[in-house]
């Protein structure tokens, strides 16, 4: 089900098209993004997060609204999916919202959100025509690394080009390297399943590859690139990890802590780093 765009931003169905991209618009189509009585399959398979995280988890989204900039005009969400409440929070301080998706279910959950306040574009930022110098800010949060690690460049390069001069990109990365995934993921291991098993017939798998913290050096050409501390580790993660209340506080804290006095150790250290691209003014 195609979703039409009410401003200038018209719907783009490419007919380019690889096999990642294809396998993420069908887990997401099949299964992200379908509801049941539990919720969605990304909230089975990658939310869920305890109540101190989710203290920890807006202080986050405060971290995100900071890299925003002054600008309020216009937002472009690159795979913003059902919009989450740290994405509202973003669409909330801009006066035009567009959403592009692969999954043409997820628009529909993100217009069940937003209404007539966004326009909707199901495609790919690797072909769709969103024009040039459009947004004041495009916004990408853990979708870049669901993106083939040979077309991952040319992503981030359509994004800085649909960017007004003087506005900016703003990712959500991950660290492949991060010291702190390693050992959480070794410790969910031991702990059993990290994840909810997808049910019978539903994609099973979800590409991903993560880049080195060094690749992001290759746009300093098109724009002043800045890393910053996102988050320290996946909530589910710490979540099955970080049982103890008192544990998880106490982690939560000492997180907050080092990303205050040296956020260029906690970039180098965090599972998620926030990539902000500044292009120049015209």
Known sequence: ?????????????????????????????????????????????????????????????????????????????????????????????FDRIVCLDLSSVGLEAARRKLGAAADYVVGSILDADLGDGVFDVVYCAHVLYHINRDSQEA??????????????????????????????????AVLGPLRKAPPPGAPAKLYYYDQPLGWWRRFAGQARVRLAPWEAVAGRIATKVLRPRALASGFVGAAIALEKAAPGLAVRLWQYPLIVLEKPAA
């Open 1 to 93: 089900m195609g979703l039409r765009s009410k401003g200038p931003v018209e719907e783009q169905m490419s007919d380019k098209s690889d096999s990642t991209t294809d396998s993420v618009r069908q887990f997401y189509d099949e299964y992200g993004w379908v509801v049941d009585g539990e919720g969605s399959g990304e909230d089975k398979s990658f939310r869920g997060e305890s109540e101190a995280f989710a203290a920890y988890a807006r202080v986050s989204t405060r971290r995100v609204l900071d890299a925003l900039g002054e600008a309020r005009g216009s937002v472009l969400f690159v795979g913003g999916g059902d919009m989450p409440e740290s994405h509202m929070a973003v669409a909330r301080t």
């Open 155 to 188: 992503a981030v390069r359509r994004m800085l080009k649909a960017c007004k001069p003087g506005g900016r990109v703003v990712l959500v990365y991950a660290n492949p390297w991060s010291p702190v995934r390693i050992a959480g993921r070794a410790a969910s």
